[in-house]
Each structure stands twice: as structure tokens, then as C-alpha cells.
């Protein structure tokens, strides 16, 4: 829904009822990601995609059936011989859509939901989404960390809050969305009850250490993929806002410094992906140092010829650096796509990081077999 808050926030104030089509569900090469969601204005305005134009004829239809009786409903749309070109998905792949309106009566807590997203304060909307009982259906419970007070509403008991609460914050904590199946009063062994959990966790970060040429291009395209990104390096006459505009911040600091502190604070979790770009080895040792002994992040990878690469990694090894704290580093950085210019370069780099997060190979994909999707590693 992120991709369409604003327009939905306008409606909502405006006290307007929006059927809203969510992506609750994919299997296969699904086109749109769980989460992904497309709205029917109140003047019939569409708004977003589930699919990328596949089924969106249908999801619109839908909308107005819903907004009209004010019944949601779950539909799988997938491919058929007869109407793959009529409603179904050309691509192979199965989506599952929970239609449903929205307005002020049935979703109050919208406006502060938006407001927490806009803030960068973590949230999470977990709505039922299929249960024997329809009057169950819509529900929704907010969800904040365990140490944000402001938990509301209600899927229908107690212990089916409990339970979803639960698991809720971990995929807050975790930045994933997902459908959970619960038994029909919230029973951790059981079916009956599916529950749609969009997480809105902040942005994940991206650290680029080095104020470089290199480094405006990595942080553009970053900023593109929807990355939190800063900018570090050591020398002020560099590191300056006015050189990295794509950048949040920009930060005059020595990197390994920089590093440490952020993880002392609590701002460098799982999702964080971290580029050395420096190749000198001044700065770039001591970062690596921090950055590779780090539990969980999801990349670190510094730039370099072959040549600085095996001269970084032996400092790293005198410095006390193990073969598995190595293992974990990418370096030379990015996927060899034969890169020159530094935007050719950042394209590189951005491929290896999206390889790594969902188990890609690098590869053409008219070489390979299997899904064009993969599901994460």
C-alpha cells in the first residue's frame, strides 16, 4: 500500500470510500510483490497495479462490487486457457487479492498509520484476510514494536490478537510482509484463518564510505531502489551535500568512527548494505574491520583492482580477520558486467546487492531455466 498512500490518504480525509486491491499472496513469476496495491477513486480513477496490466481490468470490476455491498473479498487470479488474455496472468505465475473499502468507518486508524509511515516510524497492518466466519473478514489489527505503546483494534478475540501481535513484530523487526495462517481463534496449529501482515519499516540504509565520483552514482541509484542512503568520508573538502545530492545525508567522519557509532545506536540492522568505495587502505581497513565483524547485514562490498583487493585482504589478516569474516566480503565489488563509467559501475554494484538479497545468479536469464523470480535466501 506504500506505493499508493498518498492518493489514498487525499480520499480518505475527504471522507470517500476506495476499494483497495492488495497482493496478499504470489506463487511463481508473479510480476507484483506481496503488498503491492491498486485503488478505485470515487470518481472510478485507478490508482497503482497488482500485476503490471495483466489483471487489472478485473481488480478494477471487483473494486466497484466491493465498494458498492461493502463485502471483501479474496480472489486468485492465475493463468487459464480460455481467459489467460481476458483475466488471467500471461506471465505463469498466481496472485492472490484481497479487495476491500476503505474509508474513515472502516479503517480510523489510517490517518495515524500514514503518519508513522511518513515519519519513518515502524508499523504494521495485519488484516484477515480468509476465515469461516465472514464477519471476521477486514478486521485489522495495528501493530508497533513491543516498545511503542499504540497497539489498536482488533481482529475478533483476544487470542488471535496475542498471537498475531507476536508475529507481527517480527516481521516488522525483519522489514517483511507476509500472509500468516492462524486456526480460526488465532491457534498456532491450525487453519482456517489467513492473515495479511504489511509491515512498513523504515527504509533500509545504505552506507557508502568514500566521497568519490564512484560514490554520487552508487548513491543515486540506491536512493532508486529505495535505500536511506549516506555518504561518509573523513575529508570535509569532499564531503559535501552539494556533490551527492541523491544522498540523505552526508556525513564528515571517519569511517570506521561512523560505523561503530551507528551500530552503537542501534541503526545498522539486517537490511543495512554497506560500500567501501575509498580503495585506500587508511580508510578502508579499519571499516571493513567493523563492518565485516557485524552479525547481521546484508552486504559489504569494497571497491578495488584485483591487485588492492588481495593487499586489503592481507591487512585484514594481520589485523585478525578470519576466513569467515572474509567470506563475507565482495570484493572487487559488483557483478562483472563489464563496467566503466562510474553510473555503469553503480549498475554493478546495485546487481550484486539485488543477487544476493533474493538468490539470483548474475546470470542472462535466456541461459538459465526455472522461475525469473526467486523468493529470497
Do not use: N
Not at 488465532?186 to 564512484?214: C, H, K
Not at 535505500?227 to 570535509?236: F, G, I, K, M
Not at 556525513?251 to 561512523?258: G, I, L, Q, S
Amino acid at each position: 500500500m506504500r506505493d499508493v498512500l498518498d492518493e489514498l490518504m487525499q480520499w480518505w480525509r475527504a471522507g470517500e470510500t476506495v476499494g483497495v486491491g492488495t497482493v496478499v499472496a504470489t506463487f511463481r513469476s508473479a510480476p507484483r510483490p506481496a503488498g503491492a496495491s491498486m485503488l478505485l477513486g470515487p470518481e472510478g480513477e485507478a490508482v497503482g497495479s497488482v500485476s503490471g496490466g495483466c489483471v487489472e481490468g478485473a481488480v478494477y470490476e471487483l473494486s466497484g462490487q466491493v465498494v458498492g455491498d461493502g463485502t471483501p473479498v479474496l480472489q486468485r487470479y492465475g493463468v487459464s486457457d480460455d481467459d489467460a488474455f481476458a483475466v488471467g496472468l500471461t506471465c505463469g505465475g498466481i496472485l492472490d487479492v484481497f479487495v476491500e473499502p476503505v474509508s474513515q468507518q472502516t479503517f480510523p486508524e489510517l490517518g495515524e498509520v500514514a503518519d508513522d509511515v511518513a515519519a519513518g516510524r515502524p508499523v504494521a497492518v495485519a488484516t484477515v484476510i480468509e476465515h469461516p466466519d465472514p464477519a471476521w473478514l477486514g478486521r485489522r489489527l495495528v501493530v508497533r514494536p513491543e516498545d511503542v505503546d499504540g497497539t489498536s483494534g482488533s481482529l475478533g478475540s483476544p487470542r488471535a490478537d496475542g498471537a498475531v501481535t507476536d508475529d507481527a513484530r517480527g516481521l516488522l523487526a525483519s522489514g517483511r510482509t507476509e500472509t500468516l495462517t492462524y486456526g480460526p481463534d488465532g491457534e498456532r496449529r491450525g487453519e482456517g484463518m489467513r492473515v495479511f501482515v504489511s509491515a512498513f519499516a523504515p527504509r533500509p540504509r545504505m552506507l557508502v564510505f568514500g566521497a568519490i565520483d564512484f560514490a554520487a552514482a552508487v548513491a543515486h541509484v540506491g536512493t532508486f531502489l529505495g535505500y536511506r542512503v549516506t555518504v561518509c568520508d573523513a575529508r570535509p573538502v569532499f564531503a559535501t551535500a552539494s556533490r551527492f545530492p541523491a544522498a540523505d545525508e552526508v556525513v564528515v567522519e571517519w569511517p570506521h568512527r561512523y560505523l561503530a557509532a551507528e551500530v552503537e545506536a542501534g541503526r545498522v540492522d539486517g537490511r543495512t548494505v554497506v560500500a567501501v568505495l575509498t580503495h585506500d587502505p587508511k580508510f578502508d581497513v579499519p571499516v571493513l574491520e567493523v563492518a565485516l565483524r557485524l552479525p547481521e547485514v546484508a552486504y559489504v562490498g569494497a571497491m578495488g583492482s584485483r591487485r588492492t583487493h588481495e593487499d586489503r585482504v592481507a591487512r585484514l589478516r594481520e589485523a585478525g580477520m578470519t576466513d569467515a569474516d572474509l567470506s563475507r566480503l565482495s570484493s572487487p565489488i559488483g557483478l562483472d558486467l563489464g563496467a566503466r563509467t562510474p553510473e555503469e559501475t553503480a549498475v554493478s554494484i546495485a546487481a550484486e546487492i539485488v543477487a544476493l538479497q533474493w538468490g539470483g545468479g548474475g546470470a542472462r536469464l535466456q541461459d538459465v531455466g526455472g522461475p525469473i523470480h526467486h523468493s529470497g535466501t
